[in-house]
T-cell receptor, first 115, second 119 residues
Framework: GENVEQHPSTLSVQEGDSAVIKCTYSDSASNYFPWYKQELGKRPQLIIDIRSNVGEKKDQRIAVTLNKTAKHFSLHITETQPEDSAVYFCAARPFMKTSYDKVIFGPGTSLSVIP | GAVVSQHPSRVICKSGTSVKIECRSLDFQATTMFWYRQFPKKSLMLMATSNEGSKATYEQGVEKDKFLINHASLTLSTLTVTSAHPEDSSFYIC???????????????FGPGTRLTVL
């Protein structure tokens, strides 16, 4: 089955700097890669996603890149703000013809933005 | 956006009792529902996947007799933790996969989670 790895596990940046989180996946059949932000005690919130037919996607200060050949995908946050502090999870969803297309999460990155 | 609710948000019970957690999709029909558990400072671990009217598919290592899942309708799934023990204490999160009104594709929406504490 799919296995998603994520680095780093913790990341501290100064406010205004950029943050990069990297993930790898194992199942070449995966075709959908969402990123979630989870604040303490809250539900995961989808912040951006990318599908396998696209190499890059940007939404304001957040961008995601995908390298299908290398099975790598990354999250880039620019001009970080204290409210960006949270745990970020990358995920991968293997394509299946049934509706059992479950999302597999990476272990998470705890991001701290220092004012 | 699409809303998924979970009830209760927090439950404390004695060891040996059973606890039922409800997950509802409020404004869309969920073709599939997923149940995850999350330990403190850890990732979300998928426990099981279910389609309405079908038996749930459990992930390896998850006891189906311990964690009973019922997906009675397109808007409701329940997880029952039977004979709960302290090691079952965790944050349980459901998610529902469906189509948000106006959208042409399915997405996965998460409930707010249920914190279970077994004494």
């Amino acid at each position: 089955g799919e296995n998603v790895e994520q680095h780093p596990s913790t990341l501290s940046v100064q406010e205004g700097d950029s943050a990069v989180i990297k993930c790898t996946y194992s199942d070449s059949a995966s075709n959908y890669f969402p990123w979630y932000k989870q604040e303490l005690g809250k539900r995961p919130q989808l912040i951006i996603d990318i599908r396998s037919n696209v190499g890059e996607k940007k939404d304001q200060r957040i961008a995601v890149t995908l390298n299908k050949t290398a099975k790598h995908f990354s999250l880039h946050i620019t001009e970080t703000q204290p409210e960006d502090s949270a745990v970020y999870f990358c995920a991968a969803r293997p394509f299946m013809k049934t509706s059992y297309d479950k999302v597999i999460f990476g272990p998470g990155t705890s991001l701290s933005v220092i004012p | 956006g699409a809303v998924v609710s979970q009830h209760p948000s927090r439950v404390i019970c004695k060891s040996g009792t059973s606890v039922k957690i409800e997950c509802r999709s409020l404004d869309f029909q969920a073709t599939t529902m997923f149940w995850y558990r999350q330990f403190p400072k850890k990732s979300l671990m998928l426990m099981a996947t279910s389609n309405e009217g079908s038996k749930a598919t459990y992930e390896q290592g998850v006891e189906k007799d311990k964690f009973l899942i019922n997906h009675a309708s397109l808007t409701l799934s329940t997880l029952t933790v039977t004979s709960a023990h302290p090691e079952d204490s965790s944050f349980y999160i459901c998610s529902a996969r469906g189509r948000e009104p106006g959208q042409g594709y399915n997405e996965q929406f998460f409930g707010p989670g249920t914190r279970l504490t077994v004494l």
